[in-house]
Structure formats: structure tokens, C-alpha cells
T-cell receptor, first 115, second 111 residues
């Protein structure tokens, strides 16, 4: 069975600090997909990134970066120089190739960035 | 493109009432699903569909019913609302292994 663990329930930082959100996953499939979504206080779910299991290259998009390590089944998300607008709940999710109609979500990490 | 449209955005029900949460997508996606979000629980899968006429249960299906008569629509029915069904409900559609597109959510309170 697939599972996603986000051990950090809540993180508080001060603006301009760097912060890493952890995500550990479990799956039996060799082909799978990992995602990060952001849920700001307004409540909608905003897609951030998708990564397939064959692509372990790290990705950077502006202040956001993602580190995918199959050896440790982790897909961590780092925000550099955090801003107040980064305050949100962040979800990591997994989709297996054998059942990619659905996503399995972690419980989310609430990030609070203070000015 | 409207994407995924959920209605209503807010709803208050009395225990025992039934209602239908509507979900429609205009992207011709085969895969659609319903999730509920509760504090500290993340999003949990209720029901999903891999195409018109095909539905299946997710992690928390009890008390809910779905049907998929068209590619576009995937309504979620609460048969007899209970306070435990107070939650935020999200509908999603997905074309394949790429990202899932979510509706704006429905905040349901059962009193």
C-alpha cells in the first residue's frame, strides 16, 4: 500500500529564513509520481511540482527547490529566503503508475512565516 | 476553460438530511475523484472514477455515493448526513499521470 509521511505538523520561521519541508513515501511500484501542493489560507489547492520516479534530478524554481532521493524515499521541499506569502499548508502526494487515477496525500505541514 | 467547478461552496445540513455535491470539469479528463479534508488528516480519498460508468471506493467511502454518467460530471451524494461528515470536500480531475486539477472546495457543516 502506498503511504506518504510528513512528520512536521507545523513550522514557524521568520521572514528570509530558509526552510525545508520533509516528505517520505512508501510504494511497491517502480514507476510512480510525486507531487507538492500548496494550500494558502484562502483554501484552494495550488499545484507546485510533479516528479516521476525515473527523474532524480533536483529542481529549482525561483526560491523553491526540491530534492528527490530514491535511496531514502524522500522528496523534500526547500523554500529559500521565505516570505510572508509562503505561509500555507503544504501537501506532499504520491500516485502509483498502477493506479494513477488518484493521489495519496500526506497530512500536510503548516508553514507560518512571520515578518 | 473553467477547469473543475464545485457547487455549492458552503452548505449547512441537519443530521439525517441528504444532499448532492456537484462537480463538473470541462477538460475531458477521464479520471475524477472526491477527497475530504479534515484538520490534521490531510486529504483522504472518498470515491473515484476512471471513466464514465466506472466508479470505485477510496479510503473513506461510508455514507457517500457517486455515479459517473458523463465524462464531465461526478456528483457526490450524502445519503443521510452525520456530524462526522462535517468537512471540506474537494473534487479533482486528472488526464493521466500528470497533475490533478482541483475544484475550489465545498465547506460542509452538519449540525
Amino acid at each position: 500500500a502506498q503511504k506518504v509521511t510528513q512528520a512536521q505538523t507545523e513550522i514557524s520561521v521568520v521572514e528570509k529564513e530558509d526552510v525545508t519541508l520533509d516528505c517520505v513515501y512508501e510504494t511497491r511500484d517502480t514507476t510512480y509520481y510525486l507531487f507538492w501542493y500548496k494550500q494558502p489560507p484562502s483554501g484552494e489547492l495550488v499545484f507546485l511540482i510533479r516528479r516521476n520516479s525515473f527523474d532524480e534530478q533536483n529542481e529549482i524554481s525561483g526560491r523553491y527547490s526540491w530534492n528527490f532521493q530514491k535511496s531514502t524515499s524522500s522528496f523534500n521541499f526547500t523554500i529559500t529566503a521565505s516570505q510572508v506569502v509562503d505561509s500555507a499548508v503544504y501537501f506532499c502526494a504520491l500516485s502509483e503508475n498502477s493506479g494513477y487515477s488518484t493521489l495519496t496525500f500526506g497530512k500536510g505541514t503548516m508553514l507560518l512565516v512571520s515578518p | 476553460n473553467a477547469g473543475v467547478t464545485q457547487t455549492p461552496k458552503f452548505q449547512v445540513l441537519k443530521t439525517g438530511q441528504s444532499m448532492t455535491l456537484q462537480c463538473a470539469q470541462d477538460m475531458n479528463h477521464e479520471y475524477m475523484s472526491w477527497y475530504r479534508q479534515d484538520p490534521g488528516m490531510g486529504l483522504r480519498l472518498i470515491h473515484y472514477s476512471v471513466g464514465a460508468g466506472i466508479t470505485d471506493q477510496g479510503e473513506v467511502p461510508n455514507g457517500y455515493n457517486v455515479s459517473r454518467s458523463t465524462t464531465e460530471d461526478f456528483p457526490l451524494r450524502l445519503l443521510s448526513a452525520a456530524p462526522s461528515q462535517t468537512s471540506v470536500y474537494f473534487c479533482a480531475s486528472r488526464p493521466d499521470s500528470s497533475e490533478a486539477f482541483f475544484g475550489q472546495g465545498t465547506r460542509l457543516t452538519v449540525v
